[in-house]
């Protein structure tokens, strides 16, 4: 994949790097600095493994001066920065820069406070998803927003990202799960935004910090929401003779009225890489399956799965199965959140991300299936289809040039596709430089120059994360 | 209430008005623009009518394309702007300067588009906020901020102010029940923010304009999400002999894990008004009243009901009475939603909106009461009590010029204690002219300097909603 340019980098930053290397370990210690290449090539790519970049230097600061300090030393030196969590993002939003320190937080992982009483936790940033859950999961409570990756991505990447997740249709994603930030800007100052309460004052800074994919500063600390856990859940499956009819029940199932927690779509490639996989007793003769998952008391699970079977009775499902207990519901999971590995163990993917109302979802399958047979691509469907937010699977060999630069082409056009009927390039992926280039069929001329010049409010020298989400020949405006 | 200052008009635009007003009838017709003096004293003041302005001239535009043309003359000109939806503004978010004009979009108000299969209702920002309810209740749905004023109010000025209202503690303010908008920015440049479709890409532009307060443009249309009514909903009274006690058993219920769709609590004073004013069937011999509701199924609700009660025991309450039927609950809401206007008919009142962590919630009130005293002042309490959103009434005589100002210094106490807690200023009001000169309570230099260069960004000649929410003596960042 080589459709995304990437900008040359300044040769003259890279001719100081020693002299670069020696200030920062003398500002923050040796320990706190990697230089060596075997070091620094561990940082040289993302989940969008396709590009890779040798970054200047690598730093993991302990603590939020440290970061302010790097910080400080970077802009007066004019030096870019690429911060990044896990390294998880799957569209190259933590690609390092050979011009650029990459600071990575995560060994800035403590739970600093919970609060049971305002149902809250305080964190440091680089502390991974599902070890947020683990801190109050004793107590009966849980952090809702959950990635498919959420074992190894940090909160860090989640709040740049604004990630979603399967249970995501109930409990919203990160933007409306975090109350406080603690955020670095690039001059090294320490902004606080938000905090243990509801609604933020001023302007929403905090809104607009969550997504906003490195640009403006370094978090380092957040306040989340934590929730009670339900009394019991109960994943039910849905199997239709086509994807279009699975489509269609999916908006039945929303316009009705209930919330289930989940409502997760596979198409048939996807059911039968995930069933080999995870073995959770997915019906292998229908073309696409939904996993619908509800929430409460056995009364209620009980009452709400039966609506459901019902509301999906004209759609003529082939298959309804309740999951009898525990450990069904624990496998029919494994084989949805294990999806995106099982399928890159067959093949290798490019994983789109996009969202549309959800009463398109039937028409905008179909055209997807053409989209990929245009370009003589498989795809494998597998999504948050209660949300809208579409992850195709664009199936091709890496080793074959022209067959991933078709992969690219068809991902462009499914995602155009995603605007065109009213919905966004990016669903909780994030932009990155994936999607970079795409920015125009999103967003006009006057859009794309307001959110330039708010960047340009926080990085006024536009050092932060550079080369990312917005197209490189759109004009940076000029600081105040 | 004379604390508050404001600046001194712009002479030379003042003295231009005849030319201004003849420029904008040409531009968009003279039944558009409102000139004579009678008719421009309908727009002096709002809901804070301690103060009052006389504006330039009103316009009232009839489309998006006219408030375009108009806020394209007024930059050109440099002539500023105040927005106005219904002017229902309790923090004098609305109140005119002598040298603006008030755009109000009050004859704005269809309903553009009703989208059932996504939940989504398309419409003009003037549209009252009941209306949009009103749009959609024979289908079974509803949209779910309702502040108190709903009758009246827009959903302009709710997205100018974020608002909330006392359902909110289950279906979240405005800026969680909005998807899209249409926004006029002062170069007359009209941009799309948002649709209809979950998460808003970019930055969270959407998020930023909802409760910006008129500072960046003036919307025109939103999408806004509209829900499913539950099957039924039922509220309980739950009296006690301290507002204390009354308090932790809030936190009590929260902390269980149940979320009720509202839980609403009022002082003994407050109950006193509101019961002889609506003949609800409040306790009058309690010192704190609740009025917790849920909802769901017959059979949902009892079980609720019922594990509150038990929740509610330990803080011993002195009453416990469940809504009989759709009338009882008619009538329990009545006087809660009324209770502003009931006590404004006995007495002058200084109303505040601050947020406070929900655990810290009994001593505020204890704080609250013994900060009126001090100042030798009466004062009701009556809030969204789930949220920890409180709005202490406090009582004075406006005719007494003393007292006044001691209700304005109590007020900004109560509300620095808040930020002292850990919560902020405004949790739905906005901060208008009342809070300006506390943002610096709130924010360090750092803080606010960062949101006036994000208003810069929008309004580079800071012509939009002039003094409001920053200090006068903050300076203006240029335009780049």
Known sequence: MTLIKLPEPDQGVIARRDVIVKDLERLVGADVIISDEDGRRAYDTDALTAYTRMPLAVALPRSTDEVATILAYCRDNGIKVVARG??????????PAEDAIVISVSKMSRVLEIDYANRTARVEAGITNLAISGAVAKDGFFYAPDPSSQLACTLAGNLAMNSGGAHCLKYGVTTNNVLGLKIVLMTGEVVEIGGAHLDSEGYDLLGLVVGSEGQFGIVTEATVRILRCAEGARPMLLGFGSSEAAGRCVSAIIASGIIPV????????????????????YPLDVEALLIVEVEGSEAEITALLNRIAEIARPYRPETILVSSGADQSAKIWKGRKAAFGAIGRISDYYCMDGTIPLGRLPEVLVAIAR???THGLKVANIFHAGDGNLHPLILYDANDAAQAIRAEEAGAEILKLCVEVGGCLTGEHGVGIEKRDLMTVQFSETDLALQMRIKTVFDPEWLLNPAKVFPLEAPRPLAA
Do not use: N
């Open 86 to 95: 896990a390294g998880t993002s799957l569209c190259g939003g933590a690609l």
């Open 371 to 373: 989209i990929c047979a």
């Open 262 to 281: 989940a409502i997760e779509f596979m198409d048939k490639p996807a059911i039968h890489v995930c069933e080999s996989f995870a073995k959770a007793g």
